[in-house]
T-cell receptor, first 115, second 114 residues
Framework: KAGVTQTPRYLIKTRGQQVTLSCSPI?????VSWYQQTPGQGLQFLFE???????NKGNFPGRFSGRQFSNSRSEMNVSTLELGDSALYLC??????????????FGPGTRLTVL | DQQVKQNSPSLSVQEGRISILNCDYT??????FLWYKKYPAEGPTFLIS?????DKNEDGRFTVFLNKSAKHLSLHIVPSQPGDSAVYFC?????????????FGTGTRLTIIP
C-alpha cells in the first residue's frame, strides 16, 4: 500500500505571495490532518478534514485554509505569506474507523521557505 | 500555551544502555498518549501508544509509562541502538478515536553513541 504523499517537497516563495500544498492520503483513509513544524514549536495542528468537511481546527489565522476532495486528497493554502510561515508542513492520514485505535500516518512533508 | 511539554531538547546515550525520554502534559482531559519518531527528511512514524486506563505499555524494546497523577509519561528504549537516533515527539489526544486531534510536544533529539 502506498504511503501518504505530499507535493511539492520543497517550495520557495516571497512575502505576500500565496501557496498551495497537496496531500494524497493512504488509499482508503478518509481523514487528513495538517500540521506545521517549526524549530522550538514542535508540530502544531492546523486542521483536519473528513469526508470533505473540516472537522477540527487549530489556532492559526484565516490566511491558512484547506479543503478535501471527494477522493480524500487534500490541499492547504496559505495566502499573504509571512517570513514566519517558513516551516515544514506535514500531512497525516488515518482510517478513522469507529471504536478502533486510529494512528495517524504522516507524509514526508513540504518544506516551505518564505524570503 | 504548550499543553504537551518535552523539556529536554536533546539527549545522548551510549549504545546498549537505556534511553529515557520524558513528556509532561497540563490538560487533564487528555486520555490517550502516543510517541512518534522522526528521521530527517521523513514524516513522523508512530512508535507506541498508551491509554489513560493503563500505566504501562510494552512493545519490544520500547516501553511507555504513564503517571496520571503527575501528568507525566516517559518512553524507555532498552537496549538503545544506533538506528534509534532520531527526534522523538510525544503527543496526546482526548481519546483514541480518529476524530480527535493530536497535540504534540516540541520533540527530543536522541543521539545514540556507538
Amino acid at each position: 500500500k502506498a504511503g501518504v504523499t505530499q507535493t511539492p517537497r520543497y517550495l520557495i516563495k516571497t512575502r505576500g505571495q500565496q501557496v498551495t500544498l497537496s496531500c494524497s492520503p493512504i488509499s482508503g483513509h478518509r481523514s487528513v490532518s495538517w500540521y506545521q513544524q517549526t524549530p522550538g514549536q514542535g508540530l502544531q495542528f492546523l486542521f483536519e478534514y473528513f469526508s470533505e468537511t473540516q472537522r477540527n481546527k487549530g489556532n492559526f489565522p484565516g490566511r491558512f485554509s484547506g479543503r478535501q476532495f471527494s477522493n480524500s486528497r487534500s490541499e492547504m493554502n496559505v495566502s499573504t505569506l509571512e517570513l514566519g510561515d517558513s516551516a515544514l508542513y506535514l500531512c497525516a492520514s488515518s482510517a478513522d474507523v469507529p471504536l478502533v485505535v486510529n494512528e495517524q500516518f504522516f507524509g514526508p512533508g513540504t518544506r516551505l521557505t518564505v524570503l | 500555551d504548550q499543553q504537551v511539554k518535552q523539556n529536554s531538547p536533546s539527549l545522548s546515550v551510549q549504545e546498549g544502555r537505556i534511553s529515557i525520554l520524558n513528556c509532561d502534559y497540563t490538560n487533564s482531559m487528555f486520555d490517550y498518549f502516543l510517541w512518534y519518531k522522526k528521521y530527517p527528511a521523513e514524516g513522523p512514524t508512530f512508535l507506541i501508544s498508551i491509554s489513560s486506563i493503563k500505566d504501562k505499555n510494552e512493545d519490544g524494546r520500547f516501553t511507555v509509562f504513564l503517571n496520571k497523577s503527575a501528568k507525566h509519561l516517559s518512553l524507555h528504549i532498552v537496549p538503545s541502538q544506533p538506528g534509534d537516533s532520531a527526534v522523538y515527539f510525544c503527543a496526546a489526544s482526548g481519546s483514541n478515536f480518529g476524530n480527535e486531534k493530536l497535540t504534540f510536544g516540541t520533540g527530543t533529539r536522541l543521539t545514540i553513541i556507538p
